[in-house]
């Protein structure tokens, strides 16, 4: 069974940067692709960001383009999210997730299968 643990998460100021990290258990972390998703109150879950099973290929939401990076260390297991110039509309339960496929990468919450049990981020204005 995989399992997902994030951390990382707290409470900043508009302008500041956070770094979330996921570790991931239970298969070979380094074949499949991980992404991260976050859910405001009220709101739906939404894609963040993904990258491919060797780091090569990342895609971004277009409301954290150029704030956030995603990034994997597949000798530790890890998958973490940098995120930078962070604004009160980031607000939200942050979550990592993996997918059962084997594609380079995923966007939509449907094509994954593991969550982990999320970590908030709240940003003050």
């Known amino acids: 069974q995989v399992q997902l643990v994030e951390s990382g998460g707290g409470l900043v100021q508009a302008g500041d940067s956070l770094r979330l990290s996921c570790a991931a258990s239970?298969?070979?972390?380094?074949?499949?692709?991980m992404g991260w998703f976050r859910q405001a109150p009220g709101k739906d879950r939404e894609f963040v960001a993904t990258?491919?099973?060797?780091?090569?290929?990342?895609y971004y939401a277009d409301s954290v383009k150029g704030r956030f990076t995603i990034s994997r260390d597949n000798a530790k297991n890890t998958v973490n999210l940098q995120m930078n110039s962070l604004k009160p509309e980031d607000t939200a339960v942050y979550y990592c997730?993996?997918?059962?496929?084997?594609?380079?990468?995923?966007?939509?919450?449907?094509?994954?299968?593991?969550w982990g049990q999320g970590t908030q981020v709240t940003v003050s204005s």
């Open positions: 239970g298969r070979t972390f380094s074949s499949y692709a």
């Open positions: 997730a993996a997918p059962r496929g084997r594609g380079t990468y995923y966007y939509r919450p449907q094509n994954y299968d593991y």
């Open positions: 990258i491919s099973w060797n780091g090569g290929t990342t």
